[in-house]
Antibody, heavy 118, light 109 residues
Framework: QVQLQESGPGLVKPSQTLSLTCTVS??????????WSWIRQPAGKGLEWLGR???????NYNPSLMSRVTISSDTSKNQFSLRLNYVTAADSAVYYC??????????WGRGTQVTVSS | NFMLTQPHSVSESPGKTVIISCTRS????????VQWYQQRPGSAPTTVIY?????PSGVPDRFSGSIDSSSNSASLTISGLKTEDEADYYC????????FGGGTKLTVL
């Protein structure tokens, strides 16, 4: 059974870079069967898709964040990562990684809280 | 680009049936699959419906999904409501990336 686990700093200073890693167990991120996404949720608000990675190296991003977001992978560790540049308080949220087919995200990690504050 | 609009909240009594709608703002609702996610307080979302009307294993058949092209909307129906169904529910579709509705808070009282 696939499991995803987010990790990274819980506190990031404004204007700095948020970096998170998703460690996957029970499946290979290069199996070619699924897409691997990052999704976030500010406190008390809804879900926002940030972008995703596919085994071929393909990535695509939410147009509203594309200039600040990078998703990459470390296949030797079966991990994929999120980098979000120039963060502000509006980027404070619970960040989730998820696995899914082309049009969905069917298995989610438990999420990790990131707060942007000086 | 399109948006998915959900009611902010719904409430119903235990044992009853509730329907949560999700309306697509432009383009046909049938163009892309619709998924539904349940999120209990303090927990990550879990999938209750995928590809419009399919239930993952372990999701009770009290949960069902449907598509109505005449209203350009999708619906999540939960029958035989239980207090454990109280949660936020999000619809999601696809537009080159994942698009989420704003979420509906279901209260079972």
């Amino acid at each position: 059974q696939v499991q995803l686990q987010e990790s990274g700093p819980g506190l990031v200073k404004p204007s700095q870079t948020l970096s998170l890693t998703c460690t996957v167990s029970g499946d290979s991120i290069i199996s070619g069967s699924f897409y691997w996404s990052w999704i976030r949720q500010p406190a008390g608000k809804g879900l926002e898709w940030l972008g995703r990675f596919y085994s071929s190296g393909y990535t695509n991003y939410n147009p509203s964040l594309m200039s600040r977001v990078t998703i990459s992978s470390d296949t030797s560790k079966n991990q994929f990562s999120l980098r979000l540049n120039y963060v502000t308080a509006a980027d404070s949220a619970v960040y989730y990684c998820a696995r899914g087919a082309l049009e969905m995200a069917t298995v989610w990690g438990r999420g990790t809280q990131v707060t942007v504050s000086s | 680009n399109f948006m998915l609009t959900q009611p902010h909240s719904v409430s119903e009594s235990p044992g009853k049936t509730v329907i949560i709608s999700c309306t697509r703002s432009s383009g046909s609702i049938t163009s892309n699959y619709v998924q539904w996610y349940q999120q209990r307080p303090g927990s990550a979302p879990t999938t209750v419906i995928y590809e419009d009307n399919h239930r993952p294993s372990g999701v009770p058949d009290r949960f069902s999904g449907s598509i109505d092209s005449s209203s350009n909307s999708a619906s999540l129906t939960i029958s035989g409501l239980k207090t454990e169904d109280e949660a936020d529910y999000y619809c999601q579709s696809y537009d080159g990336g994942l698009v989420f509705g704003g979420g509906t808070k279901l209260t079972v009282l």
